[in-house]
């Protein structure tokens, strides 16, 4: 047999197995153990079924047997053949007295494939959560800051579903998950160094749906949602799902009425002409908008092995109406920013997945925005008035193939790349109201970006108690004269010391690449006072990150990590010295880095308080040699605690009460030191109507204690920015179930789109 037919014939045998454990009542047996074994009783693999009685193996040949043990019933045993689709009912023991009750504590989490596995569920029970995103909160580790997803030792976090990438701009992401019910989530895998299959480099939250009934009935969800902070904010949506047993039709739409204010005193000692010119500017702005999220998708099995998925995903942007006025020692303006047509992203994935394991697919992404702007200044000696309207026209095309063979010795073989081109056409034109010329601002460029990347890999297990994963991944990118070649390795391993110990290993790099519209060198007015500028310099960064994990009786987690940023980025204010104004510009630093350790631990309060608390330490270090004329060293030790609490106030009716808190010391920010900040979450959630209507009434950051302010003092720079929250929140919402829910989605790449 030559090299190529054994791999040919190994990846046609690598299967997986999905079954479902349940009672002779038809219930799910949850936390059975699944053992799986070839024919002559020689271990392979074993895992533990879900709350739902499911599990999932991975089996190299079609003749196999399983075990399946639980303390409550007769152990099951059969030999199967080319078979993968199971159903397996568990008799319970006979000689079981119905005077004994057994206790039992859930695990916390469990590593499955080297991922931190957590039953959502069992998480989500009498947590106040209305949608994806708060659920995702509820993950240990993972929290808010400054409106993105962050997980504890790692410097950025992706969320995949189903093994898909989202990797869309953090607030669109946001509105996307706020529009998925969080019923629709059976798992969440926490990966510190993600497979290359995925398409994504470091730290990766996996969501894993529920699985749909293939019965052809028309399931969904209706959901409506009403926040009050200065304004008040509401979303309503729609999921149906049409499930067959060869195809899967879904459809979400979801609308968001958005309104918001900002309000910033700034307090600028501005060294300039040989003098200091103290600058009092007191900022205030509000802002509107109505988004449309819509999603249509299509799964289709032409056979056993074989999928076919096709998913559209638009989101349109009306009404926007942004103010802001700036009035105090330096400047009286105003601002007003609008849309000229709808911001508008599409975008189209066509995957195929064939039966020995290679998946290819093509993605294409179009996002358009037109915004103009209407300035005025009536300071007197300083009065101007222009208008500007900007542009941004981008097109992506995606092209991907991974394949993954199964070969001897528990080996498993994977490669793959993709190929991605874009072209940015953006524009800027300025319009003075008073004759000035003001065409030395007008852009118009156009920037055409490659990137091909080809990685190889391999998944081992070494007995029963270490595995690992490793791969090399080596990419070729260029945009306008810069190009670069970069070799990306990642390592994960994982050694279980016993049944109750598990350490994991893990090492990932990265490059991460500055938004479209930073790099063509436009100038905006945001006031009187400060400008945001381009940066046609800005280059992109490199990041190197390793965590050590322990976890102790599957609930105790310790994670000491350590992160490296090569040529860091970071938009900053700065005080020119060549004319009294405040530019915001993104550069790049010489490096950051980060040391530290994070701590979660649950516990309960008699039978009625369930609390988890999170501790974290950690050492940041930032430095740059020419941030604008001068440079700066800055490092500082942070703490945080955050303490989690779920009442279990009465089972019927079922009314559940959350009480949650947070506390950050002061940190940095380049060569800026952010304020501590701290904040108190409550709510109450009644589940009834046979479990279908849920009603929640939540308080978020009750304090309005959660906005850092700004101090900046080094060399020539002098400044602070008081921040005046606008962060309390209280929210009504409503979910009425009326069905199951599963979808494979992948969310549009627009890290990078956009103006400011």
Not at 86 to 113: S, W
Not at 174 to 201: C, F, G, N, W
Request: include cysteine; glycine fraction near 6%.
């Amino acid at each position: 047999m030559t090299f190529a037919t054994f791999i040919g014939h190994a990846s046609i045998n690598a299967q997986t197995i999905q079954g479902t454990v349940t009672g002779s009542d038809t219930e799910p047996v949850e936390f059975a153990t699944v053992v799986l074994q070839t024919t002559d009783s020689v271990y392979v693999n074993s895992t533990i079924t879900d709350s739902e009685g499911k599990f999932q193996l991975p089996v190299k040949s079609p003749d196999y047997r399983l075990i399946v043990q639980h303390l409550l019933y007769e152990t099951f045993e059969k030999n199967y053949s080319d078979e993968y689709e199971l159903t397996i009912e568990m008799v319970e023991k006979e000689n079981m007295l119905d005077e004994i009750v057994v206790k039992g504590e859930r695990p916390f989490v469990r590593l499955i494939d080297g991922k931190m596995t957590y039953d959502m569920p069992v998480l989500l029970s009498g947590k106040v959560v209305s949608n994806a995103y708060e659920s995702i909160l509820q993950l240990p580790g993972v929290r808010e800051q400054d409106g993105a997803l962050a997980l504890a030792g790692a410097n950025s976090v992706t969320v995949i579903i189903n093994g898909r990438a989202m990797t869309m701009p953090q607030e669109n992401l946001v509105a996307a998950l706020k529009t998925y019910p969080a019923d629709i989530l059976q798992s969440a895998e926490i990966m510190y160094s993600a497979p290359p299959q995925y398409h994504i480099r470091g730290a990766a939250i996996n969501l894993v749906l529920k699985g749909d009934t293939a019965d052809g009935k028309l399931q969904g969800q209706l959901n409506t949602d009403y926040t009050q902070k200065h304004y008040a904010n509401h979303t309503s949506g729609i999921s149906i799902l049409l499930p067959t047993p060869k195809m899967n039709v879904d459809l979400i739409y979801a609308f968001n009425s958005n309104r918001s204010i900002s309000r910033i005193d700034l307090y600028s000692n501005h060294l300039y002409d040989g003098a200091v010119h103290p600058i009092e500017q007191f900022n205030r702005g509000n802002r509107k908008s109505n988004e449309h999220h819509v999603r249509l998708g299509l799964d289709y099995n032409p056979a056993d092995n074989s999928n076919l998925n096709i998913t559209y995903t638009s989101q349109i942007t009306t009404g926007i109406d942004n103010n802001e006025s700036s009035n105090g020692t330096f400047s009286h303006s105003n601002t007003h920013k609008g849309n000229i047509a709808p911001v508008q992203m599409h975008n189209i994935l066509a995957e195929y997945t064939l039966g020995f394991g290679l998946k290819t697919g093509i993605e294409h992404t179009s996002y358009r925005n037109q915004a103009d702007q209407h300035f005025r200044e009536t300071s007197v000696g300083k009065e101007d008035e222009f208008r500007s309207e900007s542009a941004q026209n981008i097109g992506r095309y995606r092209f991907f193939a991974d394949q993954s063979h199964a070969l001897a010795s528990e080996w498993t073989l994977n490669y793959g790349g993709q190929y991605m081109y874009a072209t940015d056409k953006s524009s800027q034109c300025y319009r003075s109201l008073t004759g000035r010329d003001m065409s030395v601002l007008d852009v118009n460029s156009t920037l055409k970006e490659y990137t091909a990347n080809a990685y190889m890999g391999f998944e081992k297990s070494f007995g029963q108690r270490l595995s690992a994963t490793a791969s090399l991944m080596g990419e070729y990118y260029k945009i306008g004269d810069f190009d670069e070649w970069t070799l990306f390795p990642a390592l994960e391993m994982s050694y279980f010391v016993s049944p109750s110990q598990i350490m994991q290993l893990s090492f990932s790099s990265d490059k991460v690449y500055p938004a479209y519209w930073e790099m063509h060198g436009a100038t905006s007015y945001l006031n009187g006072y400060a400008e945001l500028h381009g940066n046609p310099q800005l280059k992109p960064f490199k990041d190197y990150e390793a965590q050590f994990n322990y976890m102790l009786k599957s609930k105790y987690i310790l994670t000491v990590f350590y992160n490296y940023r090569d040529g860091y980025s970071v938009q900053l204010p700065y005080q020119a010295t060549d004319r009294l104004v405040l530019i915001y510009k993104t550069t790049n630093f010489d490096y950051k880095q980060t040391v530290g350790a994070n701590l979660i631990l649950p516990f309960n309060i008699g039978k009625t308080v369930n609390s988890r608390l999170t501790l974290a330490g950690f050492y940041d270090k930032v430095k740059s040699a020419h941030f604008h004329d001068s440079s700066f060293t800055n490092d500082h030790v942070v703490f945080y605690a955050q303490s989690d609490n779920t009442v279990n106030i009465s089972s019927r009716p079922n009314i559940k009460m959350e009480v949650s808190g947070a506390y950050i010391s002061k940190n940095i920010q380049g060569p800026a030191e952010l304020t501590a900040l701290w904040y108190v979450n409550a709510g109450l959630k009644w589940t009834f109507y046979h479990d279908m209507a849920e009603l929640r009434l939540k308080g978020s950051d009750l304090f309005n204690s959660s906005t850092p302010d700004m101090i900046m003092k080094y060399n020539s720079q002098n400044l602070r920015m008081n921040m005046i929250p606008d962060s309390r929140a209280v929210s009504l919402s409503f979910t009425f179930k009326l069905g199951g829910y599963d979808k494979k989605h992948k969310e549009i790449d627009a890290s990078r789109f956009g103006t400011r």
